[in-house]
């Protein structure tokens, strides 16, 4: 009878509350505590009471990926994370993620075969409501394809298959994303999703930033219109709707705005873009298709915004190469009045991309008389090393981890991406460490453009990449890993007297300004291949550290992993708009098997 009656307060204290509610998107009842869910789609909403520790498990067929999407989630505000939260994991109890009460309300899931949701609240009452929802879909065959990367200058977006009705079970992602120094307008013309207070059947939901774990800028369902701008050049949209009631879906139009209020520079790998504000323009009483270039027969792209994409080898941009210092100049200015009077200002904006070795510098200003604004923004060469497979250069290796044997000979090519072709790459120093940080000791493969190393050989540099060999080696005493760190300096081709027309220095002089051109780039580990033949005491010491590195799947011991994992110095921002693909978007840890 006690056991009984204790029984019952340990249910009561356990069992969390459930809704039981149905609306118009029918039934979405959570069933009981511990519940194992088998059908293909469903909604849930869970109002946990305190003291909960509740799993429910979703199951469905190994080819099967389910999507859990989460679009309300009010847990209490003052509990701690250790206390108070929903742990998702996939049907192997690996853990996919942790919803605190501080974390943002839409999240997204998805693990082939299935899932498991564990709800764990503190003792404290509060009125705590989750919304959640899933559906299944054949591993690899999304119900709605849709959604994308996006870059440009401007664009529309429209859901799927609008402007009818979307499908059941869409679930999109654009990632959106203008040039450097611009901010993002979106324009809603038209909203009609399912209406809901909370927006917790369908919803779009906009983050501020490259990926879905930037912060949320609004949600967004009902029928409605909007217009939201971002805080950087990059915006990300999530469409998401349930089974039932589908309406038009959304069509928005995305703009880049200057981020300061005048004007934008952005000196990309392929060309410079300058954005003007319509209004400034506008208030200085020009429209965008008075504007011309140096060459008055390149023009805007685009008058909203207008936007000029500048050649930096056409349209009458003027190089300058000036104590090793290289820039690329346009002006924009209006045609000349034809009349004999003018009572408008003169308007000339001068775009400069200065390539500062190491950097690129862009700075843009306005004169009107005198120079009324000047924007100055810093960007990097890009200059990437890469393995090719033979001394031809034609094929690059792209095994990774790529394997080599000792005394094996690499080829490596580094290579600025930039299109003057004009600029040429120089092999300053390259040198090798067991350690990615270049902490240990280092080993100099030639420094200072003074080879160091036997097996060091340059091939004949070119426009825009130097080339050289060597023949693998191994650090004694150390990891089996080979990371390598190389300076090159760019220099213009016409220059004589350039770094680059040097080569081995060995005292530092003082003249030289080559330092505004150096860039460093990296590759590594390298790691070696198991040995057969005879190399028998190394074999035993790598079979060691092969055992040791087992667990790590991707980690092939004894071969080269040969990645181009960074360009130090060099980073990515002058190619950074004109890459095609984007870096990867951080999403929660998708579950694959
Ligand atoms: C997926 O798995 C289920 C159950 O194992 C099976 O009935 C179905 O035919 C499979 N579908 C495909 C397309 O392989
Ligand atoms: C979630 O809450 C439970 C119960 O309080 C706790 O054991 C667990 O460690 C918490 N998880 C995290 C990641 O804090
Ligand atoms: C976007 O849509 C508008 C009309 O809604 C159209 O005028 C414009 O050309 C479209 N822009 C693009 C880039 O397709
Ligand atoms: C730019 O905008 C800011 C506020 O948004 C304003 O204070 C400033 O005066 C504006 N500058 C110009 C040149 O219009
Ligand atoms: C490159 O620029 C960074 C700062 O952006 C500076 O710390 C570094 O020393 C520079 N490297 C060279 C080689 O000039
Ligand atoms: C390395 O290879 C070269 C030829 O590619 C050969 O001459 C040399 O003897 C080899 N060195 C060792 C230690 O095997």
New binding site residues.
């Given amino acids: 009878m006690i056991l009984l009656g204790f029984l019952q307060i340990f249910l009561l204290l356990v069992a969390p509350t459930v809704a039981q509610t149905a609306t118009q998107n029918g039934d979405f009842s959570a069933g009981k505590c511990g519940e194992v869910y088998t059908q293909s789609h469903k909604p849930f909403q869970l109002n946990p009471a305190p003291y909960s520790d509740c799993t429910w498990e979703i199951i469905r067929?190994?080819?099967?990926t389910v999507r859990l999407i989460f679009s309300v989630l009010n847990l209490n505000p003052l509990a701690e994370c250790s206390q108070e939260n929903v742990t998702v994991s996939d049907g192997n109890g690996k853990v996919l993620g942790v919803l605190c009460p501080d974390s943002p309300r839409i999240d997204v899931y998805e693990s082939v075969g299935g899932l498991s949701v564990r709800v764990f609240t503190d003792p404290n009452s509060h009125s705590r409501v989750l919304y959640l929802f899933y559906n299944s879909f054949?591993t690899g065959s999304a119900p709605v394809p849709c959604g994308g990367n996006l870059r440009g200058l401007s664009g529309n977006i429209t859901s799927p298959n609008y402007p009818g009705r979307h499908p059941d079970f869409t679930f999109c992602v654009w990632h959106l994303e203008t040039p450097k120094n611009t901010k993002i307008e979106l324009s809603f013309s038209e909203i009609f999703v399912e209406i809901d207070p909370l927006c917790r059947f369908d919803f779009i939901a906009v983050y501020d930033g490259p990926s879905t774990s930037a912060p949320l800028l609004d949600i967004l369902c009902g029928r409605t219109t909007a217009t939201l701008e971002t805080s950087s050049n990059s915006v990300t949209l999530m469409l998401s709707t349930d089974y039932a009631n589908s309406y038009f879906g959304f069509s928005t139009s995305y703009t880049a705005l200057p981020s300061s209020n005048t004007s934008s520079l952005s000196c990309a790998g392929d060309a410079m873009t300058a954005i003007i504000s319509p209004s400034y323009l506008a208030s200085l009483g020009y429209s965008a298709h008075e504007l011309t270039l140096i060459n008055p027969s390149c023009g805007p792209i685009s008058s909203n915004p207008v936007a000029f994409i500048i050649p930096y080898q056409a349209c009458g941009t003027v190089k300058k190469v000036e104590d090793n210092l290289i820039s690329y100049t346009n002006t924009i200015s209006a045609s000349l009045a034809t009349g004999l009077i003018t009572r408008r200002k003169q308007i000339q904006i001068i775009v400069t991309c200065e390539l500062d070795g190491n950097t690129t510098v862009e700075i843009m200003y306005l004169t009107r008389d005198n120079v009324i604004e000047e924007h100055r923004d810093t960007g990097r060469y890009d200059v990437g090393l890469s393995f090719f497979k033979s001394d031809d250069f034609a094929t690059p290796e792209t095994q990774s981890p790529y394997k080599v044997d000792l005394n094996q000979t690499l080829f490596l090519q580094a290579t600025l991406n930039f299109p003057d072709p004009d600029l040429t790459v120089f092999t300053e120093s390259c040198f090798a460490s067991a350690d990615p940080s270049f902490q240990d000791p280092t080993y100099d493969l030639i420094k200072q453009g003074c080879v160091k190393d036997d097996t060091y050989h340059n091939y004949p540099s070119g426009s825009g990449f130097a080339r050289f060999s060597f023949s693998a080696f191994k650090f004694l005493r150390a990891d089996i890993s080979v990371y390598l760190k190389c300076r090159v300096i760019i220099c213009d081709v016409n220059d004589k007297m350039s770094r680059c027309n040097q080569g081995c220095i060995t005292r530092q002089r003082r003249d030289l300004g080559s330092s505004k051109w150096k860039a460093n780039a990296v590759v590594g580990p390298i790691r070696l291949k198991p040995h057969t033949k005879n190399e028998v005491s190394e074999s035993i010491s790598e079979k060691r550290d092969e055992e040791s590195l087992t667990n790590h799947s991707n980690f092939y011991i004894l071969g080269i992993l040969v990645l181009v994992v960074n360009v130090l110095i060099l980073s990515f921002v002058i190619l950074r708009y004109s890459r095609k693909q984007p870096a990867g978007y951080r999403y929660h840890p998708l579950a694959t098997q």
């Fill in positions: 067929p190994a080819n099967e054949l």
